[in-house]
């Protein structure tokens, strides 16, 4: 770290000399770096942006189309149920979804590049 | 009407009077139990990483049941129970917004929070910014989030003492108050984060038993028949359309617009609680800390289906008078629904699980104000006294002092404004907890994170900017004043119609963030940003 950065986080904890600047920014610019980069957010942007309209979606429809949501599915559960219910379904499986893309896609990619910076290459 | 409802307090203080002891016994050995556990965890405290990150040695698993214990507070057990009661469907749509919530801590935030950052929210927020202004703005925001979430625990606490133990005195709710406060004093002081760590995560295993045990007697009494108890519940609770939205938030269309308000704010606060933040600190790796949280989803996710079955019960075996008799905002549906599928006031299996279920209770209350406090002391003694005031130059010793103190003030601060609170609805405040930390952090965190072109003056614009609006627009709301639910009674100054503000103060906050960086003069400080950036993709060189 150089000497004439801000206090980095404060705090007396004793540093271990890291990576310089200079060579964070060598890493940033890489090819390498910017694949993890690219499988990251392709995977995780997109995938926000449709579970919050999957939500936005059922927060709308509880407001505005309650004739609708509370059509009988069968017995007394009706859409409304049916709806909510899924919704902690799709929950359970986007993050199973997303544990398993960044254990095999972001994981590997992640490790090469901080053991090869930690070595000082 | 009214003589039932007075039946039915003399009833209920009878029972609890007789029962009164094993109550109180519960609850002391829970309270003793975690003391022993601070005390353990106080002498294994010794540096700043054991007392602000708890050594950072705790499992995925470990942790994934701590943040559980810290996110399920009174508000998702007795106010979403209480909420389902009263207003059947309406209540169970807080629950959802609280669990999809934690798919933007999941995807965005919990990996390269541990990577990048040491102990607060701060570490992250001022990582490429000049450190003592945007510290300062962590630590303001920190403070007031967690104080908005604690008033609502605090006046939870409050709720259930005068139900369970038939304290109706002003002077018995307040005293309960106190020893909450005192306790989660201790708690932090002592056990900094190892010990809170480890009374979330006893606490979590208890809440669970206990909703489990309820919610299958209450099953077992409609032969698991899901549809049976529904129909029950909506024939009981005399109301039409229980089963369907719109009974709390459907009757205007301004009251449609407060629950989208509630439900924004609900989905982008939790990745921006600082209580929660911290905890991914705890954890070695950034892989721990995604473990974590498919735990805590997994734990959440199952307990929110519960309190579907709480609320419904509740709704199906109370008469409704009772429990807007009991308390008007339904706080205490859950705990009357646990004496009642026990056998009702005055049997020894009804006293038995309303024992067992308001100690989990305060378990969850001290749990989880112990996590805010300390999220609150963290964040003055490392953002700004030891970064802002002692420009860094403090030692570990003097930070953990000024960590100490700090849990102290915040400690009798929250006793006072508990008391004043003490008959709001816990969840309602905590909505509130989530909209100021979603206006105010959540836009800072992502941009810090993802966008290069981010400043200290975009930083500054938007945690002030979303803070203020949302903290603004809360204080002129129905919320404070004008309605006979509101804090303040018998005044009237509210002009902001929407009990959430998160509708204007969320967009704002991101819109403030944006403008005040593409407005700024000052060049983003590409270097750090490469330096966060790397790090918090890749771990390289976390604490």
Not at chain 1, 21 to 35: D, P
Not at chain 2, 332 to 347: D, K, Q, R
Not at chain 2, 433 to 455: D, E, G, H, Q
């Amino acid at each position: 770290m150089t000497t004439d950065a801000p206090p980095p986080q404060g705090g007396p904890e004793i540093q271990p000399t890291g990576p310089t600047t200079e060579q964070f920014v060598a890493v940033q610019e890489s090819a390498e770096f910017g694949e993890l980069r690219r499988a990251h957010r392709s995977f995780a942007f997109p995938l926000t942006v449709a579970f919050i309209a999957w939500y936005l979606l059922y927060v709308l429809m509880s407001n505005y189309a309650g004739g609708f949501m509370g059509t009988k599915v069968f017995g007394n559960i009706n859409v409304a149920l049916v709806f909510g219910l899924a919704q902690f379904l799709t929950t359970f499986l986007i993050a199973w979804f997303y544990s398993r893309h960044a254990a095999t896609k972001l994981d590997p990619k992640a490790a090469a590049i901080k053991s090869r910076l930690e070595a000082g290459e | 009407m009214s003589t039932l409802n007075m039946g039915w307090q003399f009833a209920a203080g009878e029972g609890a009077g007789e029962h009164r002891t094993l109550i109180i016994t519960l609850f002391a050995l829970f309270v003793v139990a975690t003391l022993g556990i601070t005390v353990w965890a106080g002498r294994q405290t010794k540096s700043a990483a054991d007392f602000y990150a708890g050594g950072r040695q705790f499992t995925g698993f470990q942790n994934g049941l701590a943040i559980s214990g810290d996110y399920m507070s009174a508000a998702s057990f007795l106010g979403i129970a209480g909420s389902i009661a009263l207003f059947g469907y309406d209540g169970f749509l807080y629950s959802i917004g609280f669990l999809v919530a934690w798919l933007v801590a999941l995807l965005l935030v919990a990996e390269p929070l541990r990577n990048s950052g040491r102990y607060t929210m701060g570490d992250v927020l001022a990582y490429r910014m000049r450190q003592r202004p945007v510290r300062t703005a962590a630590g303001t925001s920190t403070i007031v989030v967690s104080i908005f979430y604690l008033l609502a625990q605090m006046a939870g606490a409050g709720v259930l003492v005068s139900l369970l133990l038939g304290i109706t005195s002003d002077g018995g709710k307040i005293a309960i108050v106190a020893l909450v406060g005192v306790l989660m004093i201790v708690y932090v002081t002592i056990g900094g984060m190892k010990g809170t760590t480890w009374v979330q995560m006893v606490k979590a295993v208890l809440l669970i038993a206990g909703t489990l045990l309820i919610t299958f007697l209450i099953l077992l009494k409609f032969n698991f028949n899901v549809s049976e108890l529904l129909g029950a519940a909506a024939t009981n609770s005399g109301k039409e359309g229980f089963l369907e939205p719109g009974l709390k938030y459907g009757a205007t269309a301004l009251s449609k617009l407060d629950f989208l308000s509630l439900g924004i704010a609900l989905v982008l606060g939790t990745a921006g609680l600082p209580h929660i933040l911290i905890r991914f600190y705890t954890v070695p790796t950034a892989q721990a800390a995604r473990k974590s949280v498919n735990w805590a989803i997994g734990i959440i996710g199952a307990f929110y289906l519960m309190t579907i079955v709480l609320g419904f019960g509740a709704a199906a075996l109370l008469k409704p008078g009772d429990i807007t008799a009991s308390n008007k905002a339904g706080n205490t549906a859950a705990p009357l629904a646990a004496l009642e599928i026990g056998g009702g006031s005055g049997s020894t299996g009804g006293a038995i699980l309303l024992a067992v279920i308001s100690a989990v209770a305060f378990a969850t209350i001290l749990a989880v104000v112990a996590g805010l406090t300390l999220a609150s002391s963290s964040s003055f003694a490392h953002d700004i006294y030891a970064n802002v005031i002692r420009r860094g130059k403090a030692t570990e010793k003097e930070e953990m002092k000024a960590a100490r103190w700090a849990t102290v003030f915040i400690g009798i601060v929250s006793i006072a404004l508990g008391a004043l609170a003490r008959d709001l609805n816990v969840a309602g405040l905590v909505a509130l907890a989530f909209a100021v930390a979603a206006s105010a952090n959540l836009p800072t965190i992502l941009y810090s994170l993802f966008w290069k072109r981010f400043t200290t003056q975009g930083a500054l614009w938007s945690i002030y900017g979303g803070l203020f609006a949302a903290v603004f627009l809360v204080l002129f709301s129905p919320v404070v004043s004008g309605k006979p639910t509101s804090m303040f009674k018998g005044v009237d100054f509210a002009w902001f119609p929407l009990e959430n503000p998160g509708l204007i103060s969320i967009p704002l906050g991101f819109l403030l963030g944006w403008l005040g960086s593409i407005l700024s003069k000052e060049e983003p400080d590409k270097g750090k940003y490469a330096e966060l950036e790397v790090k918090s993709l890749t771990g390289t060189g976390a604490h």
